[in-house]
Structure formats: structure tokens, C-alpha cells
């Protein structure tokens, strides 16, 4: 059974402040990892995707890939109250199945 | 900005009856994926489609599942003979799988469907 494994929180954080987000995934073939955030009662939205070793970033997030380890973390920079929502990591396995993460609840404190 | 759609966003039936959920993925989107969220629980992956025919599925997607490309929109998820089990949120999602963006899935809002 493959497995995405993220803590899920909460994980409170002032606003301004970094907020860092983990992930550990089991299937050691995995190429493409993604992260989503999803608000209570609405559906995952897309914040970025990584498929080689290192940091990706976009805007006030970045994305870290680290495939000898099995790990992916997200940063968010300057936290804002609005970025409280639960975060998901999610893998691709072989061929086209994904493996979502349970989240990591987020509260951004104002 | 194109974008998925789904509907109903909300069905509710009785046990043993069909229940067929709609999803418009994005128009130049080729992989079209289900999936389900039990309340309180993870995303799980039930079904991949492209070109017309089912390319993966998990271990939930047994004979009580089928989906169907019936034209060039629609993608559809039908569930026959539902169980109080199966009450979810459904979400459909769809990738352009081209390009420097590959795999990235866009979920619809859902279809919460209530099974009673």
C-alpha cells in the first residue's frame, strides 16, 4: 500500500510569520509530487507542483523536494490569515494513480 | 480562467437506488480523474480516464462503479445500487498532461452525495 504521510496539525503560526508544511511518501519510484490547499467544505485547489530535487518557488510559496529522503515540505512566507486551510500533499504513483496525504490543518493567527 | 464543473453539487437518495454524478472537465484537458472524500477524511483516488477508456483505478472502483465519456464534455461517474457507505463528497479533477504543468490536476467543487 503506497503511503503519503503528512502531520496533521493544527500547526498554528502568527500572520507574517513562515509556515512549514511536511510530507513523507513510501513509494520510492514517485516522480511528481504536488501540493494542494483545501477550505472546509470546498475542493482541493491547486498551489504547485515539483518533480526534481530541490526548492521550487512561486510568489510567497516554496516547494521542497528531497527524493533520497522521501520528503516534501511547503513554505509559506508572510503567512496571512487566509492561508488558514488544510494542505495536502499528493503523489503520482506509476502510471496514473495519486496518493493524497490526510493534511496538515493550517491556523494563521491574526 | 476555464475551469472544472460538476453537477449536482448535492444528491441525496435512498439506498439501492443509481446515482449518475456530471463533471465538464476543462475543454482541452485529456486525463480525467474521480475521486472521493468521506467527511473527515482523506482524497481518495477512485478512477483515471484517457482516451476513452479507464487507465487506472483503485481498489474502491469495483463493479458498482462505472464512468463514461458519453460526448465531448461530459464525463460521468455512475454508482448503482448506493449504500449508506458510500455517502461522500465526489470530486471530479482534470489534467492537460502537456507541457511544463504535467499532472497537474483541477478539481470541480464536488458533488456531495447523501445516501439515506
Known amino acids: 500500500q503506497k503511503e503519503v504521510e503528512q502531520n496533521s496539525g493544527p500547526l498554528s503560526v502568527p500572520e507574517g510569520a513562515i509556515a512549514s508544511l511536511n510530507c513523507t511518501y513510501s513509494?520510492?519510484?514517485?516522480?511528481?509530487f504536488f501540493w494542494y490547499r483545501q477550505y472546509s467544505g470546498k475542493s482541493p485547489e491547486l498551489i504547485m507542483s515539483?518533480?526534481?530535487?530541490g526548492d521550487k518557488e512561486d510568489g510567497r510559496f516554496t516547494a521542497q523536494l528531497n527524493k533520497a529522503s522521501q520528503y516534501v515540505s511547503l513554505l509559506i512566507r508572510d503567512s496571512q490569515p487566509s492561508d488558514s486551510a488544510t494542505y495536502l500533499c499528493a503523489v503520482k504513483g506509476n502510471f496514473n494513480k495519486f496518493y493524497f496525504g490526510s493534511g496538515t490543518k493550517l491556523n494563521v493567527k491574526p | 480562467e476555464p475551469e472544472v464543473t460538476q453537477t449536482p453539487s448535492h444528491q441525496v437518495t435512498q439506498m439501492g437506488q443509481e446515482v449518475i454524478l456530471r463533471c465538464v472537465p476543462i475543454?482541452?484537458?485529456?486525463?480525467f480523474y474521480w475521486y472521493r472524500q468521506i467527511l473527515g477524511q482523506k482524497v481518495e483516488f477512485l478512477v483515471s480516464?484517457?482516451?476513452?477508456?479507464?487507465?487506472?483505478k483503485s481498489e474502491i472502483f469495483d463493479d458498482q462503479f462505472s464512468v463514461e465519456r458519453p460526448d465531448g464534455s461530459n464525463f460521468t461517474l455512475k454508482i448503482r445500487s448506493t449504500k449508506l457507505e458510500d455517502s461522500a463528497m465526489y470530486f471530479c479533477?482534470?489534467?492537460?498532461?502537456?507541457?511544463?504543468?504535467?499532472?497537474?490536476?483541477?478539481f470541480g467543487p464536488g458533488t456531495r452525495l447523501t445516501v439515506t
Open positions: 475543454s482541452n484537458h485529456l486525463y
Open positions: 515539483i518533480y526534481s530535487n
Open positions: 480516464f484517457y482516451n476513452n477508456e479507464i487507465s487506472e
Open positions: 479533477a482534470s489534467t492537460s498532461s502537456r507541457g511544463a504543468n504535467l499532472y497537474e490536476q483541477y
Open positions: 513509494d520510492r519510484v514517485s516522480q511528481s
